[in-house]
C-alpha cells in the first residue's frame, strides 16, 4: 500500500556548473628554452587569473547541512504521518552528508496514508561559479524536474520561504486510490531544499484536503530551511 519514494534531491538535480581543469606542459630540449620560458610565464599569468576569480567569488553561506531526520519537529512530523512507521524517520543514504541529506517517513492510519520527505543540497564555490549561482540552476532544475513528473500540476510562487521557493501541487490515483501531492522546492544562499508531501484515503475513504495539505507542506518546508545553521 506504500506509495513509491518521491525522488531525492540528488536525483532531480545536476551539479549547475563543473569546474574547470588547466592542464600545462613544458617542452624540453635545444632551441626551445624560448618556448618553454614563453610557456611558462603564460601558465603564470593564466594561474594568477583563476586564483583571483576564485578569490572574488563570495564564499557559501551554509558549510554543512543540519540532520535530515531532525529538520522538522517531532510534532510537525507526528501532525503530517500520523501512525508514522518510524516516526524517527529514514535516513537516505549518502555518501556526503555535509552536501546531500534526506529523510522520509511514511504511515497508515486507518485507510488514511500519508508520505512525507525532505531533501537537502549545498553548493561549494568553484573557480568558475559561486556557490550561490550553482543553487540557483539547481532550484531551477529541480522546480522543472518535479513539475515535468507532475499530472496537470498547479505551480505558485511563495513568499517568506528563504530567498526563492515554488509550490507544485497536483492530483493523481494509484490504482482507484486518489491522491493529493504537494512539494516545495526553495533555496536559501547555496542550499536548495525540496519537501515532498502526498496522501490518500485507501479503500474508498476521503480524500485528503488539498488546501490543508498545501499548508502543511509549506510550514514543514519552513521549519526544514530554519534549520539550516
Known amino acids: 500500500m506504500h506509495r513509491p519514494a518521491a525522488p531525492h534531491l540528488a536525483r532531480l538535480i545536476a551539479c549547475a556548473a563543473v569546474p574547470v581543469m ?3 606542459g613544458c617542452s624540453s630540449g635545444s632551441g626551445s628554452s624560448a618556448k618553454s620560458q614563453q610557456g611558462q610565464a603564460g601558465s603564470s599569468a593564466s594561474g594568477s587569473s583563476s586564483s583571483a576569480a576564485s578569490s572574488s567569488l563570495a564564499p557559501a553561506k551554509y558549510k554543512t547541512l543540519p540532520d535530515s531526520c531532525k529538520a522538522m519537529s517531532q510534532d510537525t512530523v507526528n501532525h503530517l504521518v500520523q501512525s508514522a512507521k518510524n516516526p524517527d524517520g529514514t535516513a537516505a543514504n549518502s555518501n556526503d552528508p555535509k552536501d546531500r541529506g534526506g529523510c522520509s517517513w ?3 492510519e486507518g485507510y488514511q496514508f500519508r508520505y512525507l ?3 537537502f543540497q ?3 564555490s568553484i573557480p568558475t561559479t559561486s556557490a550561490e549561482n550553482q543553487a540557483k540552476s539547481a532550484f531551477q532544475q529541480a522546480v522543472q524536474t518535479t513539475t515535468g513528473k507532475a499530472t496537470s500540476p498547479k505551480t505558485t510562487q511563495l513568499s517568506g520561504l528563504g530567498d526563492s521557493a515554488t509550490l507544485i501541487t497536483w492530483d493523481d490515483k ?3 486510490d ?3 501531492n504537494a512539494t516545495v522546492v526553495a533555496r536559501s544562499a547555496n542550499v536548495v531544499l525540496v519537501v515532498d508531501f502526498n496522501g490518500a484515503g485507501m479503500q474508498g475513504d476521503d480524500k ?3 488546501d490543508e495539505m ?3 507542506t509549506q510550514q514543514a518546508a519552513k521549519e526544514a530551511l530554519a534549520s539550516l545553521k
Open 22 to 24: 588547466l592542464l600545462a
Open 122 to 124: 549545498r553548493f561549494d
Open 174 to 176: 494509484k490504482g482507484d
Open 214 to 216: 498545501d499548508k502543511d
Open 208 to 210: 485528503p484536503k488539498a
Open 178 to 180: 486518489p491522491y493529493h
Open 117 to 119: 520527505d525532505d531533501s
Open 106 to 108: 511514511n504511515g497508515l
